[in-house]
């Protein structure tokens, strides 16, 4: 069965899971079902967008899309690609870019005026994957906020 991208579906949890745990390997591993919780609240809402490219049914590569309202820019919402990753086996091979730019082609087809996206990752590689998928790096400049940690609230 060649590959095919679409949004993702209640079944595609553990496969989306697993490319996550590749990602970001040092994250706990929930037990409390939170994360399924949280996986069903995405795909019932309009604005929130899991997609997936499955191969043979397997799911090897994902990407997370917001789509963000907006009073400005003629009242046009604009994207957020979040948690792109493709399996580790796969990577090099075309399907991150394929899936990226079915993303892209989504939100412009609702009506986006742009997409953002962030990369913690300081690889080369990773940055010109970004940028041959058409992202500008000097676009614009990102920064991050993180509430304090626990020990840091105490004191």
């Keep these: 069965m060649p590959n095919m991208i679409r ?5 595609d949890f553990k496969g989306i899971l697993r490319l996550l745990g590749q990602l970001n390997p040092e994250d706990p591993v929930i037990k409390d079902g939170r994360d399924k919780t949280v996986f069903n609240q995405i795909l019932r ?6 997609f997936v490219l499955v191969e043979n049914d397997r799911v090897i590569s994902t990407c997370y899309l917001n789509i963000v309202p907006n009073i400005t820019r003629n009242a046009s919402p604009y994207g957020i690609i979040e948690n792109v990753v493709t399996d580790s086996a796969f990577r090099k091979q075309g399907y991150g870019k394929k899936l990226i730019h079915f993303t892209l082609d989504y939100a412009w087809s ?3 005026y742009k997409v953002m996206l962030q990369t913690g990752s300081r690889r080369e590689g ?5 940028e041959s998928c058409g992202f500008d790096p000097n676009e614009k400049f990102a920064f991050v906020a993180r509430p304090p940690s626990q020990s840091q609230q105490s004191v």
């Design 7 to 11: 949004h993702a579906e209640e079944n």
């Design 110 to 112: 609702v009506g986006c």
């Design 45 to 50: 809402d309009k604005n929130f967008h899991i």
């Design 126 to 130: 990773t940055r010109k994957f970004y």
